[in-house]
């Protein structure tokens, strides 16, 4: 997961927001939940409309989990759920933020939908999960202060949330070990854990053949290394292993957060501390 910083990507949708915010304005002004969900689902295209820039913005990747999706559609996922809410079934959802497109998360399906992990056979999805530390304060209408609530899903537009991720070389993610023993970081992580499915099967084999190549291409350029004292006659060899780890590394590779993570674990590597880890990614 990496930051997404949605300043940075209103530009990119700014005329698309007048066709959003005159549903939300019609949605917020229904008060019979049957007509409003009918709305909601009426003016749906116009929160699909955002897809292509939210895709362009991220270079295709879900903003979960940071993989790619060739072949099939990400979905617009809403943050806090548009139409009801699993953990209070009396919850009328956050309808009045089905058109906030600061509400609106790209998402791959896996995230998204409701699925059974084929390994731990706990079904997972974030669909319409919303916990909360602590449960009982929810905002329930328009007017209630949704800075009260303390969601435990990591968020990727909150930019101190992906760094609770840690990742591991065997492909799983973990939590970051100096947040071990905070109650509210503990719990974003399980929820996240099983609902946004952060280790599912697939998500975690990409993640370790990435810690695999990272590793292949430090052990190639530390055979081609030079003495530090020889650094500015290197070999083409030894710069291209750089160039490999920098590319790693990019915003716009696959699960580029956990080749950080892969990378900066090799730094007693000289020329990867002193190098590769300063140069910009």
């Known amino acids: 997961m990496r930051f997404i910083d ?24 229904e008060t019979d939940p049957n007509r409003r969900a009918a709305l909601i689902d009426r003016y749906r295209p116009r929160w699909v409309a955002l897809r292509e820039e939210f895709e362009n913005f991220s270079s295709g990747k879900c903003w979960y989990v940071e993989c790619k999706n060739p072949g099939t559609d990400n979905d617009i996922d ?10 209070d079934e009396n919850h009328p959802g956050y309808y009045w933020l089905a058109f906030e497109w600061k509400n609106l998360r790209l998402s791959c399906h896996r995230a998204n939908r409701p699925r059974q992990n084929p390994e731990t056979a706990v079904t997972g999805g974030k669909a319409d999960h919303f916990p909360l530390v602590p449960p009982s ?73 990435l810690y695999n190549a990272i590793e292949r291409t430090v052990d190639r ?33 696959e699960y580029s957060a956990a080749a950080r993570c892969y990378v ?18």
Do not use: C
């Not at 949605?6 to 002004?29: F, G, N, S």
């Not at 809403?78 to 953990?87: I, S, T």
């Not at 004292?229 to 780890?245: H, P, V, Y």
């Open 6 to 29: 949605l300043q940075l990507l209103k530009p990119r949708i700014r005329h698309l927001l007048p066709a959003l915010q005159e549903a939300q304005a019609e949605v917020i002004a």
């Open 78 to 87: 809403h943050f806090r759920p548009k139409l009801g809410v699993k953990e």
């Open 137 to 209: 304060v929810r905002a329930r209408g328009p007017a209630d202060d949704l800075s009260r609530e303390f969601p435990s899903l990591l968020d990727p537009t909150n930019p101190t949330d992906p760094v609770l991720l840690s990742y591991m070389p065997d492909g799983d993610i973990g939590l970051t070990p100096s947040f071990h023993g905070n109650p509210l970081a503990e719990a974003k992580f399980e929820a996240s854990r099983i609902y946004l499915h952060l280790n599912w099967p697939k998500f975690r084999d990409g993640r370790l053949m």
């Open 221 to 253: 350029g530390d055979h081609a290394a030079p003495a530090r004292a020889e650094l500015l006659q290197a070999s083409e060899e030894f710069k291209n292993a750089i160039r490999d780890l920098v590319n790693f590394m990019d915003s716009k590779e």
């Open 264 to 281: 900066e674990s090799f730094r007693h590597v000289w020329w990867v501390r002193d190098i590769v880890l300063r140069l910009p990614t």
